[in-house]
């Protein structure tokens, strides 16, 4: 059974960058049908896709957030990891890693088909 | 840009009584999925497609609905299925409502 785990700090300064990490069980990260995304809860902005990857690195951006944004793979370890610039206190949320299956991979629209837990972030000094 | 909106933002139910929700977007659009989200948990996908149940997604789960309007209705509401429940349109990239809550 597919298993997905967030990891990284839950405190992060304000202009800091955030950073995070997926690791990917019970199944193939390499699968040529699925992408890797995140996702964040907050309650003021609700669910909101930050960014995906497929395996061989292709990757997909909210644009609203691009500017700030780097996610990357390592098929390796089975792990994919978001970098978050310049971060404030609007970027404090739950945030969760996901498989994510596109329905057209050249713009990375799809669904969300299994979900990690999710890790709290807290941007405060 | 696309937006969302569902309707409404909280529905009484009953257990055993059928629930409509619904879901509108500002463009026409097939590219809707539903999510069911309880307390402390992740959201998890119901229906994909508009009207595609997800793997082992009960029965009772149905979608419809095309264009702008969208509805997903529970058939015979079991204590289980008091939560959030999200669409999500993916007609260029994920994008998602602000959710109603079924209690």
């Known amino acids: 059974q597919l298993r997905l785990q967030e990891s990284g700090p839950g405190l992060v300064k304000p202009s800091e960058t955030l950073s995070l990490t997926c690791t990917v069980s019970?199944?193939?990260?390499?699968?040529?049908?699925?992408?890797w995304g995140w996702i964040r809860q907050s309650p003021g902005k609700g669910l909101e896709w930050i960014a995906s990857?497929?395996?061989?690195?292709?990757?997909y951006y909210n644009p609203s957030l691009r500017s700030r944004l780097t996610i990357s793979i390592d098929t390796s370890t089975k792990e994919f990891s978001l970098k978050m610039s310049s971060v404030t206190a609007a970027d404090t949320a739950l945030y969760y890693c996901?498989?994510?299956?596109?329905?057209?991979?050249?713009?990375?629209?799809?669904?969300?088909?299994?979900w990690g837990q999710g890790t709290l972030v807290t941007v405060s000094s | 840009e696309m937006e969302l909106t569902q309707s409404p933002a909280t529905l009484s139910v009953s257990p055993g009584e059928s629930a409509t929700l619904s879901c509108r977007t500002s463009?026409?659009?097939?590219?809707l999925a539903w999510y069911q989200q309880k307390p402390g948990q992740a959201p998890r996908l119901l229906i994909y497609?508009?009207?595609t149940r997800a793997t082992g997604v009960p029965a009772r789960f149905i979608g419809g609905g095309s264009g702008t309007d969208f509805t997903l209705t529970i058939s015979s509401l079991q204590s289980e299925d008091f939560a959030v429940y999200y669409c999500?349109?993916?007609?260029?990239?994920?994008?998602f409502g602000p959710g109603t809550k079924v209690d």
């Open positions: 996901a498989r994510h299956e596109y329905f057209d991979f050249w713009s990375g629209s799809g669904w969300f088909d299994s």
């Open positions: 019970g199944g193939s990260i390499r699968s040529s049908s699925y992408l």
């Open positions: 990857i497929y395996y061989s690195g292709n990757t």
């Open positions: 463009q026409s659009t097939n590219f």
């Open positions: 497609g508009a009207s």
């Open positions: 999500q349109q993916y007609d260029k990239w994920p994008f």
